[in-house]
């Protein structure tokens, strides 16, 4: 889809764009009413293992799991490959993967049974799953 | 002619709103395939909505420049010559393919379209997720040429915005695949669900603006499978639906590349190299994605000794 290169916009005043964003914007929230009226979100049942380890592949496809965790509503999933770990998360009706190093993750501090686990990327900067089995044993 | 006597876009905005309820409904009725989250569906919306107000800080330069390539003009293109019009669909769609293909290549521009595919989401409401941040990048300079050449603002204008019109359409799950002869020649929903997709195979593949022909011209042409569903988003799909985040996400990430770059290579290399480029190539390009599934299709084929 193109991007706005309306050089016509060049003579229209403030006023009159954000008179007509009005009506727009009530028409984007009719809208969006509508979707969510309409229940037509993905299904997201609780992740298991299977379809974690699967969501994760599709990710990382070359990525050799070692072992994993699971978040007890299942919104989360936590996976270690060597020296890296592997964090699923359910937004929305999708999911969404990051990685990061083990020893940041295995160093991360548990509040209140929540792991406060650092993420890089710009959002979100942090993920706070209860992860059932966490902390690992020490090997 | 300076001033478009009408603006394609603006007449085709009650046509948007009534697809996207008739893809609703029909999804509801479950007689076409159309998924959709309500805050994905928000943050898709208002990128649309809102993409006019950061617009207007590069409008006046992108006028002036446009009407100051016209009056250096090397022909005249009368507005009203059929074959204008039929001159202009064909440059202005290869224009339009050079600067997509530009945006997903490259990485100061792709950071001005990444919002666009940032959707996990594909349905008529992710047509409308439109960049806060191309009339700053400069994309706009690719049309100069068509005013150089003698096609006037406001026939520019027009084509740019036919051409957006006819984009909407294609971005449904709701059409399957379109007689063969149109999807021989034009951008379909199925050519676009290829280009929204992040399987390794259908990265940076069918740029089309209009007519798919210069995909299968230039080499980035890639039919839809039934054997591979897309899916939808990013490498690395956006953790939030806020509208800050989906417009601007990328432009800290470079920002921070930036702070930590040790040499002008690397400045060069995170601004102007693929998006994931890195000084010691530790991070993913489409490029290499790509080549890792092509040798493990190969390994998979191979029968074992």
């Known amino acids: ?139 | 002619m300076l001033e478009a006597p009408f603006d394609p876009v603006k007449l085709a905005v009650p046509f948007f709103i009534l697809a996207i309820l008739l893809e609703i409904g029909l999804g509801r009725l479950r007689l076409a395939k159309a998924e959709y989250e309500a805050r994905d569906t928000l943050a898709s919306l208002a990128m649309g909505l809102l993409r006019g107000v950061p617009a207007l800080l590069t409008a006046g330069l992108v006028f002036a420049a446009t009407v100051w390539a016209w009056e250096h003009r090397v022909f005249t293109v009368p507005f009203t010559a059929w074959w204008g019009w039929v001159a202009i669909f064909f440059l202005e769609d290869l224009t339009y393919y050079g600067f997509h293909r530009l945006s997903h290549e490259r990485r100061l521009w792709w950071a001005a379209h990444v919002n666009h595919h940032s959707s996990q989401h594909y349905n008529l409401s992710t047509a409308l997720r439109q960049t806060w941040t191309g009339g700053l990048v400069g994309t706009w300079i690719l049309w100069l040429p068509l005013a150089f050449l003698g096609f006037s603002p406001a026939q520019i204008f027009i084509q740019q915005g036919i051409s957006l019109v006819y984009q909407f359409w294609i971005h449904t799950e709701a059409v399957g695949r379109m007689p063969a002869w149109f999807e021989a020649v034009f951008n379909t929903p199925s050519h676009h669900r290829v280009h929204h997709a992040r399987n390794p195979r259908y990265l940076d593949r069918n740029y089309a603006g209009i007519l798919i022909i210069w995909d299968k011209l230039f080499g980035t042409f890639q039919a839809e499978l039934d054997a591979e569903k897309p899916r939808y988003g990013l490498i690395r799909n956006l953790g939030s639906f806020n509208i800050l985040t989906v417009a601007f996400h990328e432009w800290i990430a470079i920002a921070r590349d930036l702070a930590s770059a040790r040499s002008l290579r690397e400045v060069g290399g995170y601004l102007f190299g693929p998006p994931g480029w890195s000084p010691d190539g530790s991070r993913d390009t489409s490029k290499s994605l790509r080549a890792r599934w092509a040798a493990r299709q190969a390994t998979a084929s191979t029968p074992a000794e």
């Not at chain 1, 889809?1 to 050089?7: A, D, F, H």
């Not at chain 1, 007509?20 to 229940?39: D, E, H, K, Q, T």
């Not at chain 1, 299904?43 to 007890?72: C, M």
């Open chain 1, 1 to 139: 889809m193109p991007e706005s290169r309306c050089w016509r916009t060049a003579a229209i005043s403030i006023p009159a764009i954000l008179t007509g964003l009005i009506p727009s914007g009530i028409a984007v929230l009719v809208l969006v009413g509508l979707a969510a009226l309409a229940r037509l979100a993905r299904p997201t049942p609780p992740l298991d293992e299977a379809v974690a380890l699967s969501l994760l592949g599709d990710d990382f496809p070359e990525v050799p799991i070692d072992r994993i965790w699971l978040a007890g509503d299942g919104s989360a999933a936590l996976a270690r490959s060597g020296a890296r770990a592997l964090y699923l998360f359910r937004l929305g009706d999708a999911w969404v993967a990051r990685d990061l190093a083990w020893t940041d993750a295995a160093d991360a501090p548990v509040r209140d049974g929540r792991l406060h686990l650092r993420l890089a990327g710009v959002s979100p900067r942090l993920a706070r799953p209860v992860l059932a089995g966490w902390p690992p044993e020490p090997a």
